[in-house]
């Protein structure tokens, strides 16, 4: 396979710099990291969460629209439009956009303001999933390996709290569609060893987890990228992987693992 960095990594969270791992991959040069800066809502807290409009003749209140439109889901546009210059400038082999459920918290707001609303409403549904759809369809058609990462929700029965399933955190259709996207879907989690924290990922379908993989591959590998494609025998071509799963589960460590996988071999040019 080819080297998978430099990685363009989308920080959501805009966290990824305050890890020390990841501080030594940016030094390197192996990481490049483009953060959504812009706060979730614009304005006074106080004013937003006291605000309320009422709903038709029942009496029913929402919160009210934001005042001013928020920027984060537009400053996350323009890192979309800007990735074709940084491909052909810098080289990147790998995007990663961390966490995808951070961006819909933005695009709810970015909607909510332009609906003049303060909740999506049914109308507004279908505008959410298309604007899903077209920024993971404008994702896939990179060049490059692709990554996204989403936190988890998991179901259960309301009687006896029995699991059913755990699904990416999304609302809507989207939750149902996501991992169509993606030839690989990865399920982390952690398990507790002797007092040691393992990450670890599920590859394979469980009766909880809609997961899929087309590599030669356990049920549950290390989550550890090098490891993985040792095992998986990845080749040359661009991957496509989406990992979910609840918080703390090593989802960002398991991409950022792919910057110990070695440079390409240099070129004859190179050697001489």
Not at 245 to 269: I, Q, R, Y
């Amino acid at each position: 396979m080819k080297c998978p960095w430099p990685i363009l990594w989308l920080d959501a969270d805009n966290r990824l710099a305050e890890m020390t791992i990841a501080q030594k991959y940016i030094t390197e040069g192996k990481l490049i990291v483009w953060p959504i800066t812009e706060p979730l809502f614009v304005g006074s807290l106080r004013v937003r969460q006291t605000k309320y409009e009422r709903k038709g003749s029942s009496g029913f209140q929402t919160l009210a629209a934001p005042i001013s439109q928020p920027k984060g889901y537009i400053q996350l546009l323009e890192h979309m439009d800007n990735i074709p210059t940084a491909i052909k400038n810098q080289g990147i082999r790998t995007i990663i956009l961390d966490p995808l459920t951070r961006v819909v918290e933005h695009m709810m707001r970015f909607l909510a303001y332009q609906t003049k609303h303060g909740v999506i409403e049914e109308s507004a549904w279908g505008i959410y999933l298309s604007n899903l759809e077209e920024l993971m369809g404008t994702l896939l058609t990179f060049p490059t390996n692709v990554g996204v990462v989403l936190h988890d929700r998991e179901y259960r029965d309301e009687d006896t709290g029995h699991l059913l399933q755990v699904k990416p955190l999304l609302s809507g259709q989207m939750q149902a569609k996501i991992g169509s996207y993606f030839a690989e879907v990865y399920h982390t989690e952690c398990k507790d060893e002797g007092g040691v924290t393992k990450w670890r990922i599920r590859t394979q379908p469980s009766p909880n987890h809609n997961c899929r993989t087309s590599r030669p591959l356990d049920a549950i590998e290390p989550a550890h990228f090098p490891t993985i494609m040792k095992k998986g025998i990845w080749d040359a071509k661009p991957w496509s992987v989406m990992t979910y799963g609840p918080f703390g589960t090593g989802k960002s460590t398991m991409f950022l693992s792919l910057c110990e996988l070695p440079a390409d071999p240099p070129t004859v040019e190179e050697k001489k």
